[in-house]
């Protein structure tokens, strides 16, 4: 492996980045059935397309971040596997904070790093936040945050109870409602001026392109969308963490 930008302790036992993110999320016990999802009223969306996003795959990931994905070590990190017992929202956020972001931390840094190297920048710190306001009375539910508080990432949480990506394939039938958290994270993409977010429930995650301008009307937006399920894991996979 190519050493990375900084110095990782030989006590520590480290994997590629890439064996990192598509190690097995931990397994959920779900016991929650919470009401239905609240609309968002945001015209700027009314007419918005929504597309699946097919070009987010493994292969063009690799394609862009393979050297970044294969030749620098991170920390392994060993969380506890679970069952974890997920009762509501506010849990599930909980169990996603402590037992997968853990994981996402080091390969976060050390991309950053490599990637600030090869452009002469330095790239900002960036966290994990819960519940953030974007645009009141609006709220991310998990955020990506730099240190100088730009939002590179914004989620709406939900349970799989309320809602899936399979409805946005048989919307005739579903309506509006199979869009609506689409839509709200489009929103929170357009009041935080970033292109990027995701819908997370208990069985998937759903990430988000959003292009196209709220401040253009000749233009309007286009939703651009992809499901990983959350137990996807496994060399050549697209999982959780690395889609996120």
Not at 3 to 13: I, S
Not at 101 to 130: C, D, N, W, Y
Not at 211 to 237: F, L
Request: with cysteine; proline share 7%; aromatic share 8%.
């Amino acid at each position: 492996m190519t050493n990375a930008p900084f110095t990782v302790p030989q006590t520590w036992a480290t994997q590629s980045i890439h064996d990192s993110l598509t190690s097995n999320n931990p397994t959920l016990d779900v016991t929650a059935n919470p009401g239905n999802i609240i609309k968002t009223n945001f015209p700027a969306l009314a007419d918005a397309q929504i597309v699946r996003w097919h070009y987010f795959n493994v292969d063009c990931l690799g394609q862009a971040y393979g050297d970044i994905l294969e030749d620098y070590p991170v920390p392994t990190v060993i969380g506890h596997p679970g069952p974890h017992t997920v009762n509501g929202l506010n849990r599930f956020k909980q169990v996603v904070i402590d037992n997968l972001f853990p994981s996402l931390a080091h390969p976060i840094q050390t991309g950053a790093t490599v990637l600030g190297a090869r452009l002469g920048a330095r790239l900002p710190k960036v966290l994990f936040e819960k519940d953030t306001v974007v645009d009141w009375p609006r709220r991310s539910g998990l955020s990506l945050v730099s240190d100088d508080g730009t939002r590179f990432l914004v989620g709406c949480v939900l349970m799989a109870s309320q809602w899936s990506s399979s409805r946005l394939e048989r919307s005739h039938f579903y309506g509006e409602a199979a869009t609506l958290p689409l839509r709200r994270v489009a929103a929170y993409c357009l009041s935080t001026d970033t292109r990027y977010g995701f819908v997370l429930t208990t069985r998937e995650i759903v990430v988000v392109r959003v292009s196209g301008t709220a401040h253009d009307d000749r233009q309007p937006c286009r939703i651009e969308w992809q499901a990983v399920p959350w137990d996807a894991s496994g060399p050549g996979t697209l999982t959780v963490n690395l889609a996120l």
